[in-house]
């Protein structure tokens, strides 16, 4: 039986583990198809990693905690894990969720890398312990807003529930949108019925919706309403936050759920090491990955080149994020600090507007990068 490992992270007893916690919603009501593909990243990349030696002739070890989307359930997640003496805590794809465990991570002093969430206040204050891989909401949800301008969707409505996330997206795009002669309208998705919500969008005249809601209730009964109303033919329906990117969309929503434009964190084209952990990820899911996936490979091979280069002590984690140079799936990653970001931030994400061709559902039709 091997010593316990120490709350530091530091002390390790000879030929035992590195261990990484790691946060993901596998369980609803989190996005659990995001949670699986996530997590799918995560195993590949651990899987190569101890292939090639470990981290020093150790093997890197998951400790994987479902957080089913509820902040309480990260911060419990996130106070285990410290206790049981992780080298640093990674992962989690809801922002709001996201933003708990960072909070509870820095009054901890555990380095977090947040593999997916794209809040751009992920903590209250600038703080060492975190960084990020996902772009920040505000400059993924602007490029998605220029895109909308690029089609002439200048009057905006968001079907919308409470969080704050779907609120900071909704500002985001009104501050943007505003210099344009844009206008944003919030429908409360969780007081209209989808029926209702169509005559709002009548009313308001609007060109384009957006999907700030969760999937697939009441994300899927809003699309099939607007779809089957004659008089919202010629509207837009966006999801900026990236529902249609997985199988699920389509299984529930077949052609209905094409043609509807979305945020996606890919570049146009992948390098070799991107198409080659894109092939062996098809092979793991048994299915097209996600560029979630591609985050959760990402993340842990920054996190073994940090754990090669400057040992598992946790204050050494955090320090080395400014100094990280890894060439990732989607390109170079490095971190910096970002105007506005109180992390430290992989300032140069790819970002697309995607959709799914309505001729051919299953394939992805790039409509803007940035």
Not at 319 to 328: A, F, L
Request: charge should be negative; charged fraction near 25%.
């Amino acid at each position: 039986m091997t010593t316990p490992p120490s709350p530091s992270g530091a002390e390790h007893a000879e030929g035992s583990s590195v261990r990484v916690g790691v946060l993901v919603p596998l369980t609803r009501p989190g996005w659990a198809e995001a949670g699986r593909h996530l997590l799918a990243g995560f195993e590949l990349a651990v899987d190569k990693v101890n292939d090639t030696g470990g981290i020093d002739g150790r093997p890197l070890e998951l400790v994987v905690r479902d957080t089913a989307a509820h902040p309480e359930r990260a911060l419990a997640a996130v106070d285990e894990l410290a206790a049981l003496g992780v080298a640093v805590v990674a992962g989690e794809y809801h922002s709001v969720v996201a933003r708990a465990a960072a909070g509870r991570a820095d009054a901890l002093g555990v380095p977090f890398l947040c593999s997916s969430a794209v809040l751009d206040e992920l903590t209250e204050e600038p703080t060492k312990w975190v960084a990020r891989l996902a772009p920040a909401q505000s400059r993924g949800w602007r490029i998605y807003a220029d895109f909308l301008l690029g089609e002439g969707r200048r009057r905006i409505a968001v079907a919308t529930q409470p969080s704050v996330y779907w609120a900071s997206g909704t500002r985001v795009l009104r501050e943007h949108l505003a210099p344009h002669s844009g206008t944003v309208v919030e429908l409360d998705a969780s007081a209209l019925t989808p029926e209702a919500l169509c005559d709002a969008l009548v009313d308001h005249g609007a060109t384009a919706l957006l999907l700030l809601v969760g999937h697939p209730e009441p994300g899927v009964p809003i699309v099939r309403a607007v779809r089957d109303d004659v008089r919202l033919a010629e509207i837009l329906i966006g999801a900026p936050a990236g529902q249609p990117e997985f199988p699920e969309w389509a299984a529930l929503l077949g052609e209905d759920g094409a043609g509807i434009p979305f945020l996606r964190y890919l570049p146009e084209v992948l390098g070799p090491l991107g198409e080659r952990v894109e092939k062996e990820l098809r092979e793991r899911l048994g299915e097209a990955p996600s560029f979630v996936a591609f985050e959760g490979w990402d993340t842990v091979t920054v996190l073994a080149e940090v754990l090669r280069s400057h040992g598992t002590d946790r204050a050494a984690i955090a320090e080395s994020w400014p100094r990280v140079v890894v060439d990732g799936t989607r390109g170079p990653i490095r971190f910096s600090r970002t105007t506005g970001i109180s992390v430290w931030q992989w300032a140069w994400t790819p970002i697309q507007v995607v959709d799914r061709d309505p001729a051919e559902p299953d394939r992805f039709r790039i409509l803007r990068a940035g």
